[in-house]
């Protein structure tokens, strides 16, 4: 393995001429088309700036003026607004993703994720969003489905990519400061420039909020839902002769956040964080035929777990007496670099190489207190088992363009060699030290044809791959709840498979983008009950494949200019899926499963909305359809009241959230930096929640004699806020 780094590095230095991937940081090398909103530029699918229309995948993107008009208080909100997947909203700190049948481990953890989160192009160390804010993110781009020959393990779903702020393409100064219900009080500041002539450009931003538990729908107060928000951004660019050299420092993070999880426990607390370095090269021969793109980065994500579980249900099912401390902390750091030369060998042929090299280790504590009576006397291992992995990754995809550019066929490689050791882990003595090393090749093959003006048909298959982590292969530790999970050192990675075809029609004024795709996932790793043993759980790959077949429909228009209506302004949008086939092929081997249908993803999903406004004041109503999913609930519901078995999968059915927000200028024209603004989340107080089963309400579905606290769970009921945004 080592032997297999150094030579990858050798290669990649030999090998320095590279593509630029400014564009990952939105730097001066991109600029969109007059028509940016119908075919612009994008940079996620292949790592470097291309039209979107050229592209043999589908990419979503949320650019700055959805993002600026939002008053989500997360990224998860943000996400769910656009209809990007199925988002299970744990709590305020926890969020879970699937996209195209690719899911996040429930905790969050990117080690463990089939959906990869990426900042400003490289892994992001956490596919938990809710510890992320919207705050200083300039753009989004989401691909659907694999992509692992550019970005490797874990995008076997889909890759998010949040692009930050920097002098380039957040110029000047923004300071905003708003309120609301629950005593929410957030405020964000930040400015960016250049020095003139000097080559140099710059970025600071801070952000920072709070908010007290909130009240469900209809309901009462969801005790264990309040959280604080802190977050700094600093970035800083310098034009050499070698190109422009980039730095950025960043955290971000979720303080005292409530808990209350499956069991409804309204006493527990988390701290989230996740915080990055990077430097940056980008450049390129003066004639463009050779380009070169370079990054070094350093990413710490802790999470850090205050919980405490006074009744957990025992072996019988029965109540029991739990803990009254309960504390993980766990840590990840990454160094990674990524290299990536370009060239363009001949008339519309462009070759792309890289080298992706990475070291990570996560590092985790545990310690416990039972209450009296309980007779917890000992300690139990991390929730994780300390591991260090090592990655080399080399990849190719060469693309040409054909018929004066209207065909453009492309294809890709990657070969990917890793190492997996399993390290000693707190209070597991019996741990047996190894290590595992795996190999997997990956590819994707597509092509974009323009058959008339803003007419793009587009089809393409690709795979994708994640390796078993330490914690797969070799766990042993008692969840918060008291059952106990055994790792397997038999797993085998999982796979997936996924063809699309698609078309995408732009005109002055509006475009519409719809894909038919299937994808499918081999081997998943999930964990399965231990026969005849209570509350005891094993890692297993699931015996048969998860298999998705969908139908994703965006539309954005600007309706006032397709009508010829002067004066106004008039834009809609609408984003939606059809999971139409979504099978766990799997799940006809259990003896007790009453549904084969996959778990905690959306059969459908919607987001519409509509702007109406002049150049002082507007208007917008936006509609989210969460639509229906099956899970096998952790919540300890009645039996036979609310379920007829533990193992029951639950059809949660469709609901609309409908928000309503508006803005006004209260300056004239001529000075347009003050706005104030508003916003009524929830407008008609619905009491439900993405994921949940039992939610706060009468007939409580849930065993009370096990919820600790809390009686149910539910999102966030009728919230008012206001607040007011300064550019200058």
Same mark, same amino acid.
């Given at each position: 393995?080592?032997?297999?780094?150094?030579?990858? @590095?050798?290669?990649?230095?030999?090998?320095?001429?590279?593509?630029?991937?400014?564009?990952?940081?939105?730097?001066?090398?991109?600029?969109?088309?007059?028509?940016?909103?119908?075919?612009?530029?994008?940079?996620?699918?292949?790592?470097?700036?291309?039209?979107?229309?050229?592209? !043999?995948?589908?990419?979503?993107?949320?650019?700055?003026?959805?993002?600026?008009?939002?008053?989500?208080?997360?990224?998860?909100?943000?996400?769910?607004?656009? !209809?990007?997947?199925?988002?299970?909203?744990?709590?305020?700190?926890?969020?879970?993703?699937?996209?195209?049948?690719?899911?996040?481990?429930?905790?969050?953890?990117?080690?463990?994720?089939?959906?990869?989160?990426?900042?400003?192009?490289?892994?992001?160390?956490?596919?938990?969003?809710?510890?992320?804010?919207? @705050?200083?993110?300039?753009?989004?781009?989401?691909?659907?489905?694999?992509?692992?020959?550019?970005?490797?393990?874990?995008?076997?779903?889909?890759?998010?990519?949040?692009?930050?702020?920097?002098?380039?393409?957040?110029?000047?100064?923004?300071?905003?400061?708003?309120?609301?219900?629950?005593?929410?009080?957030?405020?964000?500041?930040?400015?960016?420039?250049?020095?003139?002539?000097?080559?140099?450009?710059?970025?600071?931003?801070?952000?920072?909020?709070?908010?007290?538990?909130?009240?469900?729908?209809?309901?009462?107060?969801?005790?264990?839902?309040?959280?604080?928000?802190?977050?700094?951004?600093?970035?800083?660019?310098?034009?050499?002769?070698?190109?422009?050299?980039?730095?950025?420092?960043?955290?971000?993070?979720?303080?005292?956040?409530?808990?209350?999880?499956?069991?409804?426990?309204?006493?527990?607390?988390?701290?989230?964080?996740?915080?990055?370095?990077?430097?940056?090269?980008?450049?390129?021969?003066?004639?463009?035929?050779?380009?070169?793109?370079?990054?070094?980065?350093?990413?710490?994500?802790?999470?850090?777990?205050?919980?405490?579980?006074?009744?957990?249900?025992?072996?019988?099912?029965?109540?029991?007496?739990?803990?009254?401390?309960?504390?993980?902390?766990?840590?990840?750091?990454?160094?990674?670099?990524?290299?990536?030369?370009?060239?363009?060998?001949?008339?519309?042929?462009?070759?792309?190489?890289?080298?992706?090299?990475?070291?990570?280790?996560?590092?985790?504590?545990?310690?416990?207190?039972?209450?009296?009576?309980?007779?917890?006397?000992?300690?139990?291992?991390?929730?994780?088992?300390?591991?260090?992995?090592?990655?080399?990754?080399?990849?190719?995809?060469?693309?040409?363009?054909?018929?004066?550019?209207?065909?453009?066929?492309?294809?890709?490689?990657?070969?990917?060699?890793?190492?997996?050791?399993?390290?000693?882990?707190?209070?597991?003595?019996?741990?047996?030290?190894?290590?595992?090393?795996?190999?997997?090749?990956?590819?994707?093959?597509?092509?974009?044809?323009?058959?008339?003006?803003?007419?793009?048909?587009?089809?393409?298959?690709?795979?994708?791959?994640?390796?078993?982590?330490?914690?797969?292969?070799?766990?042993?530790?008692?969840?918060?709840?008291?059952?106990?999970?055994?790792?397997?050192?038999?797993?085998?990675?999982?796979?997936?498979?996924?063809?699309?075809?698609?078309?995408?029609?732009?005109?002055?004024?509006?475009?519409?983008?719809?894909?038919?795709?299937?994808?499918?996932?081999?081997?998943?790793?999930?964990?399965?009950?231990?026969?005849?043993?209570?509350?005891?759980?094993?890692?297993?790959?699931?015996?048969?494949?998860?298999?998705?077949?969908?139908?994703?429909?965006?539309?954005?228009?600007?309706?006032?200019?397709?009508?010829?209506?002067?004066?106004?302004?008039?834009?809609?949008?609408?984003?939606?899926?059809?999971?139409?086939?979504?099978?766990?092929?799997?799940?006809?081997?259990?003896?007790?499963?009453?549904?084969?249908?996959?778990?905690?993803?959306?059969?459908?999903? !919607?987001?519409?909305?509509?702007?109406?406004?002049?150049?002082?004041?507007?208007?917008?109503?936006?509609?989210?359809?969460?639509?229906?999913?099956?899970?096998?609930?952790?919540?300890?519901?009645?039996?036979?009241?609310?379920?007829?078995?533990?193992?029951?999968?639950?059809?949660?059915?469709?609901?609309?959230?409908?928000?309503?927000?508006?803005?006004?200028?209260?300056?004239?024209?001529?000075?347009?930096?003050?706005?104030?603004?508003?916003?009524?989340?929830?407008?008609?107080?619905?009491?439900?929640?993405?994921?949940?089963?039992?939610?706060?309400?009468?007939?409580?579905?849930?065993?009370?004699?096990?919820?600790?606290?809390?009686?149910?769970?539910?999102?966030?009921?009728?919230?008012?806020?206001?607040?007011?945004?300064?550019?200058?």
């Amino acid at each position: 393995m080592r032997q297999l780094l150094l030579a990858g @590095s050798a290669l990649a230095v030999l090998g320095l001429p590279a593509t630029s991937l400014r564009a990952q940081g939105t730097g001066p090398e991109v600029r969109l088309p007059a028509t940016a909103s119908l075919d612009e530029v994008v940079v996620t699918a292949t790592r470097r700036p291309e039209p979107r229309s050229a592209l !043999a995948g589908t990419v979503q993107v949320i650019d700055e003026a959805t993002i600026r008009a939002s008053t989500a208080q997360n990224l998860t909100d943000l996400l769910a607004e656009n !209809a990007v997947g199925f988002f299970s909203e744990w709590t305020p700190a926890q969020t879970s993703i699937n996209i195209r049948g690719g899911a996040t481990d429930g905790q969050g953890r990117d080690f463990r994720s089939q959906v990869l989160v990426l900042v400003n192009g490289r892994r992001a160390g956490t596919a938990n969003l809710s510890k992320l804010s919207p @705050s200083e993110v300039a753009r989004i781009e989401v691909i659907r489905g694999p992509a692992s020959v550019v970005y490797g393990s874990q995008a076997l779903g889909g890759v998010i990519n949040l692009i930050l702020r920097d002098g380039v393409n957040s110029p000047g100064g923004r300071a905003e400061i708003r309120g609301g219900s629950w005593g929410l009080v957030e405020g964000r500041a930040g400015y960016g420039g250049a020095l003139e002539g000097a080559g140099v450009d710059y970025y600071l931003g801070f952000a920072g909020g709070r908010r007290d538990s909130y009240r469900a729908g209809g309901g009462g107060e969801q005790a264990g839902t309040q959280w604080n928000r802190l977050g700094a951004l600093g970035a800083l660019g310098v034009q050499t002769g070698l190109g422009r050299v980039g730095v950025t420092l960043r955290t971000d993070g979720t303080y005292d956040a409530g808990f209350r999880g499956s069991s409804w426990n309204t006493t527990n607390r988390d701290d989230r964080t996740n915080a990055s370095a990077d430097v940056t090269l980008d450049g390129g021969t003066e004639d463009g035929r050779y380009r070169w793109f370079g990054q070094f980065y350093a990413v710490r994500d802790v999470d850090h777990f205050r919980w405490r579980s006074p009744i957990q249900r025992g072996g019988t099912g029965l109540p029991v007496i739990g803990t009254d401390a309960d504390r993980n902390h766990r840590t990840l750091d990454i160094l990674g670099l990524r290299l990536q030369p370009s060239m363009r060998l001949w008339q519309g042929a462009e070759l792309v190489t890289g080298l992706d090299l990475e070291h990570s280790t996560l590092r985790s504590t545990r310690w416990r207190v039972g209450l009296p009576g309980s007779g917890i006397t000992t300690q139990v291992p991390p929730y994780d088992n300390d591991q260090t992995e090592r990655t080399l990754g080399l990849f190719a995809e060469l693309s040409q363009r054909l018929w004066d550019d209207r065909l453009t066929l492309r294809g890709g490689v990657r070969r990917t060699w890793g190492e997996t050791q399993v390290d000693a882990t707190p209070n597991l003595p019996a741990l047996r030290l190894r290590s595992a090393d795996y190999e997997a090749t990956t590819w994707s093959a597509g092509a974009s044809l323009r058959v008339a003006e803003g007419a793009v048909l587009r089809a393409n298959a690709a795979t994708g791959f994640r390796a078993p982590t330490a914690t797969d292969l070799a766990a042993d530790f008692t969840a918060l709840g008291g059952g106990r999970v055994f790792g397997n050192p038999n797993l085998r990675p999982e796979t997936s498979t996924q063809y699309e075809v698609g078309a995408a029609l732009f005109r002055p004024g509006w475009r519409a983008d719809v894909a038919l795709f299937q994808n499918t996932i081999h081997d998943r790793i999930t964990t399965r009950a231990r026969a005849g043993v209570a509350n005891t759980s094993d890692y297993v790959n699931n015996p048969g494949d998860i298999l998705v077949r969908g139908l994703e429909v965006q539309f954005q228009a600007d309706m006032a200019r397709a009508f010829g209506v002067q004066g106004w302004r008039w834009t809609a949008f609408a984003n939606a899926s059809w999971n139409f086939d979504m099978i766990d092929e799997g799940a006809r081997l259990g003896p007790t499963v009453n549904t084969r249908t996959a778990q905690r993803m959306y059969r459908y999903q !919607a987001a519409i909305g509509t702007t109406v406004g002049q150049a002082r004041w507007d208007v917008s109503v936006l509609g989210i359809l969460r639509g229906p999913v099956h899970y096998d609930t952790e919540e300890n519901l009645l039996i036979p009241a609310a379920e007829p078995f533990r193992e029951y999968i639950h059809r949660k059915g469709p609901f609309w959230v409908w928000n309503l927000r508006g803005s006004f200028q209260p300056l004239p024209e001529q000075a347009p930096g003050l706005r104030i603004f508003g916003a009524i989340n929830n407008l008609f107080d619905v009491n439900n929640h993405a994921l949940f089963i039992a939610t706060a309400g009468q007939p409580f579905l849930g065993d009370a004699r096990l919820s600790n606290g809390g009686l149910g769970n539910s999102m966030p009921g009728r919230e008012f806020t206001a607040g007011m945004r300064v550019t200058f």
